[in-house]
Nanobody, 129 residues
Framework: DVQLQAYGGGLVQAGGSLRLSCAASGFAFGDRAIGWFRQAPGKEREGVACISDLDGRTYYSDSVKGRFAFSSDNAKNTAYLRMSSLRPEDTAVYYC??????????????????????WGKGTQVTVSS
């Protein structure tokens, strides 16, 4: 079975850093699209960082661009989201998601979350002011 699980959330002060991990099983990275999404109470789900093997580029939402960095380790079948200069508005549940095909560009997946086939349980990130 395809399974995803995000780890690494916690409480951090504004300006701090945190790294999230997404452990995947049931498939191998490669020819995939992988994304990090977040959802805060009362807000819409937001794609913050996505990469598609179609273009091999990493897309970041404007709200996190320059502060977050997406990376992956194919040997470990793990994706990461390094978050720095955290702000209270970054507080949300963060999810990783995967499409087992890469038909579209990276930005497309972040902007069309329903294209992601599999979702992991999220991890809470809370940024205090």
């Amino acid at each position: 079975d395809v399974q995803l699980q995000a780890y690494g959330g916690g409480l951090v002060q504004a300006g701090g850093s945190l790294r999230l991990s997404c452990a995947a099983s049931g498939f191998a990275f490669g020819d995939r699209a992988i994304g990090w999404f977040r959802q805060a109470p009362g807000k819409e789900r937001e794609g913050v960082a996505c990469i598609s093997d179609l273009d091999g580029r990493t897309y970041y939402s404007d709200s996190v661009k320059g502060r977050f960095a997406f990376s992956s380790d194919n040997a470990k079948n793990t994706a990461y989201l390094r978050m720095s200069s955290l702000r209270p508005e970054d507080t949300a549940v963060y999810y990783c998601a995967v499409s087992l095909v890469a038909y579209y560009s990276s930005g497309y997946y972040c902007q069309h979350s329903r294209e992601m086939n599999y979702w992991g349980k999220g991890t809470q990130v809370t940024v205090s002011s």
